[in-house]
């Protein structure tokens, strides 16, 4: 009777154990300086690289040393990163312009430039079909780029405005739509937008990423996280923090940037139903992120900002723009 009493309890420490939240904390602050003005970041794990976009131009970070090691410039207003490795070749969305810019994965220096559609904003690379998708906010449409010709091949009408994107394990790219809370699909084989679904009771989705089981997580402006299938199947939400634009997964959880709370809503999977599991401190303002699963570790790019004042909101502060790194404990 003993024993079998000991054996429950260990059975219950090592549940507990199992259900505890995880822990993440800041390790270091990367001050870059400049406009306080930011948007995506991309972490090239193999490459030990983190991309920041910068108003006028992207910063490369060594992410093993966490400093600077390179400037990606002659851009006019940058957005998105993606990388196709195979053709030592990074993209851009330089909004402003209105295109792509490319670079050289080697020299960071920009190569060219490709004409798409109206202030592109995402981009990701889907490396079965070496195309790569950039979604044009103010068009309502992705220019799908071959990237070994850096052509054009196709321009896709899309219901609404775009907004971030993920590539599945299907090869089909998905991708939030702002406007109509929504999340759609465009099929990279035939270069034909699939299908929409409704995001509902998600309203402004910005953020998404994607894990290993292929659920989508959709960060919403009425202060919810949304999962989906790629199906198109609602399967669970959860409360976030307010004034999300990113969310991230890593190690089992999604991590949802609330910029007004200064903090991260996680996300994991509890007795079968997704469910807020923890709140991480970060700092105002912070409202993009990107994780590097190898190293465990989350970046967020953030500034100082001055007081509000009246009904203005609060404004960022120049010389002040850095990246917050925060690591598994």
């Given amino acids: 009777m003993m024993k079998l009493a000991l054996t429950v309890l260990t059975l219950a420490i090592c549940g507990s154990a199992m259900a505890a939240a995880p822990d993440y904390k800041l390790v270091d602050t990367i001050h870059i300086g400049g406009g306080a003005k930011w948007d995506y970041l991309y972490v090239d794990s193999d490459a030990h690289r983190l991309y920041v976009t910068h108003a006028i131009q992207t910063e490369v970070i060594d992410t093993q040393t966490d400093k600077l090691i390179g400037t990606i410039g002659d851009t006019q207003g940058v957005h998105g990163v993606a990388i196709a490795k195979e053709f030592g070749k990074g993209f851009i969305t330089d909004g ?152 991230a997964y890593m190690d089992g959880y999604a991590f949802s940037a609330n910029g007004a709370d200064g903090n991260m809503t996680v996300v994991g999977l509890v007795d079968g139903k997704f469910q807020t599991v923890a709140t991480i401190p970060t700092q105002f303002g912070a409202r993009t992120i990107a994780a ?16 509000a004042t009246g009904d203005e909101k609060r404004q960022r502060i120049a010389d002040t723009f850095r990246v917050l790194v925060l690591e598994k404990q």
């Fill in 292 to 307: 590097d699963p190898a190293a465990h570790r989350l970046y967020l790019p953030t500034a100082d900002f001055k007081p």
């Fill in 96 to 247: 402003t312009a209105n295109a792509v810019a490319v670079f050289d994965l080697s020299t960071l220096k920009n190569t060219g430039s490709i004409k798409v559609g109206t202030k592109p904003d995402s981009i990701v690379y889907a490396p079965a079909s070496q195309k790569v998708v950039a979604f044009n906010g103010k068009s309502n449409s992705a220019s799908i780029i071959d990237a070994k010709t850096l052509k054009v091949v196709a321009t896709v009408a899309v219901p609404g405005k775009p907004e971030f994107s993920v590539v599945g394990a299907d090869g089909n790219v998905y991708f939030n739509l702002e406007d109509i809370g929504q999340i759609g699909s465009i099929n990279l084989t035939t270069n034909k937008f699939v299908k929409a679904h409704s995001l509902k009771p998600c309203d402004g989705p910005s953020g998404l990423t994607i894990d290993e089981k292929q659920n989508l997580y959709s960060v919403c402006a009425n202060n919810l996280m949304m999962v989906t299938s790629t199906a198109g199947k609602n399967i669970g939400q959860a409360k976030i923090g307010s004034d999300p634009d990113g969310v």
